[in-house]
């Protein structure tokens, strides 16, 4: 069994900055890649960055500039870098990670973690 566990969201003023982390732990062989998403009430969950072994990233236009993605591979930890924050990224954050499996790669969410960005 593979665990994933977000931290780090929080009650922030527009302009703030805020840190989230997501580790994996349990059965893991090799990680794929890992990936922050976001979700908000009655919509669905949208990919806001990712970020490969070897550490090529990929962002959200929405999120650019603002948001980094960043892992520590012998941690099995991602982080997300959340800078400038708006109210319109006001979500819940979730962490997936993806794990090669003897003859597939498995996916695993975390249970998310709220950021709520407002004055």
Do not use: F
Not at 2 to 21: F, I, K, M, N, T
Not at 50 to 61: C, L, N
């Amino acid at each position: 069994q593979v665990q994933v566990v977000e931290s780090g969201g929080g009650l922030v003023q527009p302009g703030e900055s805020l840190r989230l982390s997501c580790v994996a732990s349990g059965s893991i062989r090799s990680i794929v890649d890992m990936g922050w998403y976001r979700q908000t009430p009655g919509n669905q969950r949208d990919l806001v960055a990712t970020i490969s072994t070897g550490g090529s990233t990929y962002y959200a236009d929405s999120v650019k500039g603002r948001l980094t993605i960043s892992r520590d591979n012998a941690k099995n930890t991602v982080y997300l870098q959340m800078n400038s924050l708006k109210p319109e990224d006001t979500a819940v954050y979730y962490c997936k990670i993806r794990v090669r499996a003897t003859l597939v790669i498995e996916a695993h969410w975390g249970q998310g973690t709220q950021v709520t960005v407002s004055s």
